[in-house]
């Protein structure tokens, strides 16, 4: 079975500074990984995605995200936070084996301080 | 273009009615995904459509729970004999295909709140 670990509910971070949100995935073979970003009463916005090739992934909003498969970690980064980044952020995995169901982690609450 | 619509945004209703959540994913997508998100549970994966092959309903929580999902477009997701536990946020999502790497592409999600 596959699942995520975002190991911190919450991470805040002061404006201009870098941030990260960290991820951790469990999947048979090969992972497809994912971010999703949710702000206050609104669905899942995409952000990113691994599929394979170059290990550091960019994405949406000066986002990345660098695979690691030996420690299989798939962190979300950025050179430096907005307060407008602030958000729950979710990370997803799928495996290769023909399953289309996106196992979510817990979510990981980002708040940028002024 | 216009993205996956849900409607209502807001759902309040008493334990034991019926309701209906409606999903209309991106246009052109063939397979459409119902997801809950509640307080403590995080997203949990309820049922899946791919064009016109057999939903997979491995994820309903109950045989309260059924979604049909008509020409291949439109998906309603129904909860008989509404309880609290059902309070959530039904999220929707359509992806371009079912291939592992394809994004989903989810809605604003509707709020049940069950009394």
């Known amino acids: 079975a596959q699942s995520v670990a975002q190991p911190e509910d919450q991470v805040n971070v002061a404006e201009g500074n870098p941030l990260t949100v960290k991820c951790t995935y469990s999947?048979?073979?090969?992972?497809?990984l994912f971010w999703y970003v949710q702000y206050p009463n609104r669905g899942l916005q995409f952000l990113l995605k691994?599929?394979?090739?170059?290990?550091l992934v960019k994405g949406s909003y000066g986002f990345e995200a660098e695979f690691n498969k030996s420690q299989t970690s798939f962190h979300l980064k950025k050179p430096s936070a907005l307060v407008s980044d602030s958000a729950l952020y979710f990370c997803?995995?799928?495996?290769?084996?023909?399953?289309?169901?996106?196992?979510f982690g817990k979510g990981t609450k980002l708040s940028v301080i002024p | 273009g216009a993205g996956v619509s849900q409607s209502p945004s807001n759902k309040v209703t008493e334990k034991g009615k019926d309701v209906e959540l409606r999903c209309d994913p991106i246009?052109?997508?063939?397979?459409l995904y119902w997801y809950r998100q509640s307080l403590g549970q995080g997203l949990e994966f309820l049922i899946y459509?791919?064009?016109?092959?057999?939903?997979?309903k491995s994820g309903l929580p109950s045989d309260r729970f059924s979604a049909e999902r008509t020409g291949g477009s439109v998906s309603t997701l129904t909860i008989q004999r509404t309880q609290q536990e059902d309070s959530a946020v039904y999220l929707c999502?359509?992806?371009?295909?079912?291939?592992?790497?394809?994004?989903?592409?989810f809605g604003p999600g509707t709020r049940l709140t069950v009394l």
């Open positions: 999502a359509s992806s371009l295909g079912a291939q592992g790497g394809d994004t989903q592409y």
């Open positions: 999947v048979s073979g090969n992972p497809y």
């Open positions: 691994y599929i394979t090739g170059d290990n």
């Open positions: 997803a995995v799928r495996d290769h084996t023909g399953s289309y169901q996106l196992t």
């Open positions: 246009s052109g997508h063939t397979a």
């Open positions: 459509f791919q064009g016109n092959s057999a939903p997979d």
